[in-house]
C-alpha cells in the first residue's frame, strides 16, 4: 500500500494517544493529511499539543465533520470511535474511498509475521502482556501494540523489522474493517465472549462475528486458540477457520482436542498432537494472581509455546510476570488495609471475576462500584456481590448503571455517592472499624462517561484521590 502524496483523512484525533500516533505515522509516510473531528481544539489540546512539531503539514478541520472533505481526500482513515455505518464513513464509502482504520494499516504495512494477535472480552490486556514476557525470552526484539494509551498500533511499527515479535490487543471495534483486509496473524487468540458493546454491535451474535474477523483471513499454517470453557466456542469453530486450532481449559481437555489444560492435581500441562508436556503447578500462582488469571496464563503460554519458546524458560519467565496496571491492581498496602484498583473492569463479569478473587474474606471485603450502562445484564453480577459483599460493605458511585445494579440487588437501602471521592472516604471509613485486615476493591463493572474521559481517566484519579483521602487522614 502506498500513502506518499495522497490525500488522507483522519477522522477522529482523540486523546487517547491512537489518534496522534496514527497522524504522526501518515506524516512520516508522506501523505497529505487532514484530521477532522467534533471536539474543538480545546478538547484536543493534549493531543494538539504533541503534534505541534508537525502542524504545520496538517490540514486540522475541527469541531465538525465536512462532506466535502470525505469526497475530496483519497483514503479516510476512522477511529476506532466512528461506527462502520456512520453517515461520513458510508458517504465515503459510495464515493469509492478506501476505508481504513489503526489496525488494518498496522496489517498492511508491517514488516514482520511473527504477530499473535488477542481479543476478547476479558483478560485481552493481561494475556497481551505476558504473552510478550515469555516471547521476549526467546527473542529480545518484541514488541507490544494495540488497545493501550501507552502502545497504540502505529506508535512504534516504523522501528520494527522482519525479527521482531508483535504481540498485539485489538477490541472489537478495531476488528470491524478487518474482513475486507488479505492480512491476518500468525496466531490469533480469542480469550473469551460475554455480553459487551451491544450499544455498539447491536448483538451478542454480531459482537461474536466481528471477533471472528480476528481469524477469517488466517491460513492452515496459522494458529487459532480459543477457550475451550466459554460458551460462544462452537460458534467461531462453526465459522470454520483455516487456521489450527487449538484450545485451553481448566479441566482436562477431550483426546480430540490439542491445547493447555488443567489436570486435577491443578497441573498445568500442554498437548498437541498427543504429546503432553507439564509446564507448572498452578496452586502458588492462583493464590498470588487470583483465579481468574489462570485462563489468562493459559492463553499466553500456549501462544509461546507454539511459537517455539521452550518450557524451561517459560517456567522463569512465570516468576516475572508483570502486574498490570489498573487489572486489580494494588495501590495501597498498609496493616490496616489493602485497596485495589480495578478500573477497567467495565463489565459485570470483569467484576464477578475480581471479587470471587477475595471470596472468603467477605466480612473484610468493601466493593466500590457503578458508572455508566451500555445495555450490558446485572443479574449474575447481583448473586456474585450478594454471595461475596456484605450490603454495609457496597458503596455505589450514582451513573445510568447503577440504577439496574439496584434493580438487580433488591435491597432496601445503597451506600450511594455522587462522586468518587466521597466514596473513597465512605469506604476507608467503615474499614477503619473492622477487626481484621481489610480489602478495599474499587471495581466498577461499567463503563465511566458519565462522570470521566474513560476508563483510565478514572483509574488515575482514584488514585489521586487515594492519596488525598490519607493525607487528609
Same mark, same amino acid.
Given at each position: 500500500m502506498e500513502i506518499r502524496g495522497k490525500r488522507v483523512l483522519l477522522m477522529g484525533l482523540g486523546i487517547l494517544g491512537g489518534g496522534v500516533a496514527t497522524a504522526r505515522f501518515l506524516f512520516e509516510h508522506g501523505a497529505r493529511i487532514t484530521i477532522t473531528d467534533l471536539k474543538n481544539a480545546d478538547d484536543l489540546k493534549i493531543s494538539l499539543k504533541k503534534l505541534a512539531?508537525? @502542524?504545520?503539514? $496538517? +490540514?486540522?478541520?475541527?469541531?465538525?465533520?465536512?462532506?466535502?472533505?470525505?469526497?475530496?481526500?483519497?483514503?479516510?482513515?476512522?477511529?476506532?470511535?466512528?461506527?462502520?455505518?456512520?453517515?461520513?464513513?458510508?458517504? /465515503?464509502?459510495?464515493?469509492?474511498?478506501?476505508?481504513?482504520?489503526?489496525?488494518?494499516?498496522?496489517?498492511?504495512?508491517?514488516?514482520?509475521?511473527? &504477530?499473535?494477535?488477542?481479543? %476478547?472480552?476479558?483478560?485481552?490486556?493481561?494475556?497481551?502482556?505476558? *504473552?510478550?514476557?515469555?516471547?521476549?525470552?526467546?527473542?529480545?526484539?518484541?514488541?507490544?501494540?494495540?488497545?493501550?494509551?501507552a502502545s497504540p498500533f502505529l506508535a512504534s511499527i516504523? #522501528?520494527?523489522?522482519?525479527?521482531?515479535?508483535?504481540?498485539?490487543?485489538?477490541?472489537?471495534?478495531?476488528?470491524?474493517?478487518?474482513?475486507?483486509?488479505?492480512?491476518?496473524?500468525?496466531?490469533a487468540i480469542i480469550t473469551n465472549l460475554y455480553r459487551d458493546h451491544i450499544n455498539r454491535h447491536?448483538?451478542?451474535?454480531?459482537? *461474536?462475528?466481528?471477533?471472528?474477523?480476528?481469524?477469517?483471513?488466517?491460513?492452515?499454517? #496459522?494458529?487459532? &486458540?480459543?477457550?475451550?470453557?466459554?460458551?460462544?466456542?462452537?460458534?467461531?469453530?462453526?465459522?470454520?477457520?483455516?487456521?489450527?486450532?487449538?484450545?485451553?481449559?481448566?479441566?482436562?481437555?477431550?483426546?480430540?482436542?490439542?491445547? /493447555?489444560?488443567i489436570d486435577t492435581d491443578e497441573d498445568l500441562y500442554f498437548k498437541i498432537k498427543g504429546k503432553k508436556?507439564?509446564?507448572?503447578?498452578?496452586?502458588?500462582? @492462583? @493464590?498470588?494472581? %487470583? %483465579?481468574?488469571?489462570?485462563?489468562?496464563?493459559? *492463553?499466553?503460554?500456549? /501462544? *509461546?509455546?507454539?511459537?517455539?519458546?521452550?518450557?524451561? +524458560?517459560?517456567?522463569?519467565?512465570?516468576?516475572?510476570?508483570?502486574?498490570?496496571?489498573?487489572?486489580?491492581?494494588?495501590?495501597?498496602?498498609?496493616? @490496616?488495609?489493602? $485497596?485495589?484498583?480495578?478500573?477497567? /473492569?467495565t463489565s459485570p463479569e470483569a467484576t464477578i471475576a475480581a471479587i470471587s478473587r477475595f471470596g472468603n474474606t467477605k466480612k473484610c471485603l468493601v466493593l466500590i462500584t457503578g458508572g455508566t450502562d451500555r445495555e450490558l445484564e446485572f443479574y449474575k453480577w447481583a448473586d456474585s456481590v450478594k454471595k461475596f459483599v456484605n450490603p454495609a460493605n457496597l458503596f455505589l458511585l450514582s451513573g445510568s448503571a447503577t440504577e439496574k445494579m439496584k434493580s438487580a440487588l433488591g435491597w432496601n437501602t445503597y451506600n450511594e455517592f455522587e462522586n468518587l471521592k466521597d466514596c473513597l472516604e465512605a469506604a476507608t471509613e467503615i474499614v477503619g472499624g473492622f477487626q481484621d485486615k481489610g480489602i478495599i476493591l474499587f471495581s466498577p463493572s461499567s463503563k465511566s462517561f458519565e462522570k470521566f474521559k474513560n476508563e483510565f481517566d478514572r483509574g488515575e484519579k482514584f488514585n489521586t484521590l487515594l492519596t488525598d483521602v490519607f493525607k487528609e487522614k
Open positions: 512539531d508537525i @502542524k504545520d503539514g $496538517i +490540514n486540522f478541520v475541527l469541531g465538525e465533520h465536512r462532506k466535502k472533505d470525505f469526497l475530496s481526500n483519497d483514503i479516510i482513515v476512522v477511529n476506532p470511535d466512528v461506527t462502520i455505518d456512520n453517515k461520513f464513513v458510508k458517504l /465515503a464509502r459510495d464515493n469509492h474511498k478506501q476505508i481504513e482504520n489503526e489496525l488494518s494499516l498496522f496489517y498492511k504495512f508491517c514488516p514482520t509475521r511473527n &504477530i499473535v494477535v488477542i481479543t %476478547g472480552t476479558r483478560g485481552k490486556t493481561t494475556t497481551v502482556n505476558w *504473552a510478550s514476557q515469555f516471547i521476549k525470552s526467546n527473542n529480545p526484539k518484541t514488541v507490544i501494540l494495540g488497545n493501550s494509551p516504523s #522501528d520494527c523489522d522482519k525479527e521482531t515479535s508483535i504481540v498485539v490487543e485489538v477490541p472489537s471495534f478495531q476488528l470491524e474493517l478487518s474482513n475486507d483486509s488479505k492480512y491476518a496473524p500468525h496466531i447491536k448483538s451478542l451474535e454480531e459482537y *461474536a462475528g466481528v471477533k471472528a474477523n480476528i481469524f477469517k483471513n488466517q491460513k492452515e499454517n #496459522d494458529f487459532l &486458540i480459543l477457550n475451550n470453557d466459554n460458551e460462544w466456542t462452537p460458534f467461531f469453530v462453526n465459522c470454520n477457520p483455516k487456521s489450527k486450532i487449538l484450545y485451553f481449559s481448566t479441566n482436562i481437555l477431550p483426546k480430540e482436542k490439542s491445547g /493447555a489444560y508436556v507439564k509446564f507448572v503447578n498452578i496452586k502458588n500462582f @492462583k @493464590k498470588e494472581w %487470583g %483465579g481468574h488469571n489462570i485462563e489468562n496464563l493459559m *492463553a499466553s503460554s500456549l /501462544a *509461546a509455546y507454539v511459537l517455539g519458546i521452550t518450557v524451561e +524458560n517459560l517456567i522463569k519467565s512465570t516468576l516475572k510476570l508483570p502486574q498490570i496496571k489498573f487489572r486489580q491492581e494494588k495501590v495501597y498496602c498498609s496493616e @490496616k488495609m489493602d $485497596i485495589y484498583n480495578d478500573t477497567t /473492569a
